[in-house]
């Protein structure tokens, strides 16, 4: 019996090759007051430093935490990804640029400058986020009615120190859609 070849044109194998790759890390959230469960995820994750550790976990409002891409280059590319069990109302998104435990980690760090935001309704838009560690609205151009909102990174405000990209909080608004339905 002749062995069955597979036949892969010279110029993809080379591309396949070249193109780092990609890993997403996700880890499951419980619901809360106003959303289902989630799946929550990011395109890369920065190796741990000592007992700092950099993954989709440390998501939240906490300050003191926050994601860190690990992949190479500026951090443009990168995402952050929540999937909903069931379908969700939000307006507008919260983001928490940076790694903001302190000052100086702040702007050692790159923050996101320009980001894009899908959701699984077919929004589709670009904002620009101010250079603060403080949590900021992005406010969506109509209410989503989605499982699925993503946040890409198109541009990037540089670190001092490192090129990794931080983010400490991201999250539709809930509360907004509860008093808007009284």
């Keep these: ?95 928490g640029n940076g790694y903001a435990k302190s000052k100086t980690a702040y702007f050692a760090n790159a923050r996101a400058r320009t980001v894009r935001i899908e959701t699984g309704d077919g929004l589709r838009f670009d904002a620009v986020l101010e250079d603060r560690a403080e949590p900021q609205p992005i406010r969506l151009p109509r209410v989503a ?5 993503r946040l890409t990174v198109v541009d990037v405000y540089g670190g001092d120190r490192f090129k990794d990209l931080c983010m400490h909080f991201f999250s539709p608004n809930f509360e907004e859609m509860e008093s808007e339905n009284r």
């Design 1 to 95: 019996m002749t062995p069955l070849r597979l036949l892969v044109p010279a110029s993809f194998a080379l591309a396949a090759l070249a193109a780092p790759a990609r890993a997403e890390v996700c880890i499951d959230r419980s619901g809360g007051q106003y959303s289902s469960n989630e799946k929550l995820c990011v395109s890369s994750v920065l190796k741990p430093q000592g007992t700092n550790t950099y993954g989709p976990e440390q998501l939240r409002s906490d300050a003191a935490a926050a994601w860190c891409e690990g992949a190479p280059g500026s951090g443009a590319g990168e995402y952050i990804r929540i999937v909903y069990a069931d379908v969700v109302r939000f307006r507008t998104l919260m983001v």
């Design 145 to 149: 009615k989605t499982r699925e909102v």
